[in-house]
């Protein structure tokens, strides 16, 4: 059973920078994708940015040259940096693992920016 546990969120103010882990352990794949995602308040979970085991990289527009996904080579963590946060980043982070009809979702993890 793979098991995904997030860490690094907190509050910052807007325009400064966090860094999300998200540990995975009990057999993680290197065909699998594996991404985060955010759900803002009232809002609906999005993807934030995803890595497939090819090392093919998304991104959602809003976060594009502000967030950087990566990975360790044996796939146990990923990590997003978030920089130039804004107050719209706000949400709870959900890390995803994916591989087939296997779909495993951390516990989250708040990030809050003020304005």
């Known amino acids: 059973q793979v098991r995904l546990v997030e860490s690094g969120g907190g509050l910052v103010q807007a325009g400064g920078s966090l860094k999300l882990t998200c540990s995975g352990s009990?057999?993680?794949?290197?065909?699998?994708?594996m991404g985060w995602y955010r759900q803002a308040p009232g809002k609906q979970r999005e993807l934030v940015a995803s890595?497939?085991?090819?090392?093919?990289?998304n991104y959602a527009e809003s976060v594009k040259g502000r967030f950087i996904l990566s990975r360790t080579t044996n796939w146990s963590a990923i990590f997003l940096q978030m920089n130039s946060l804004k107050p719209e980043d706000t949400g709870v982070y959900y890390c995803?693992?994916?591989?087939?009809?296997?779909?495993?979702w951390g516990q989250g993890t708040q990030v809050t920016v003020s304005s």
């Open positions: 995803n693992y994916r591989r087939l009809d296997y779909d495993v």
């Open positions: 009990g057999g993680i794949s290197s065909l699998s994708t």
């Open positions: 890595v497939t085991g090819h090392g093919a990289k």
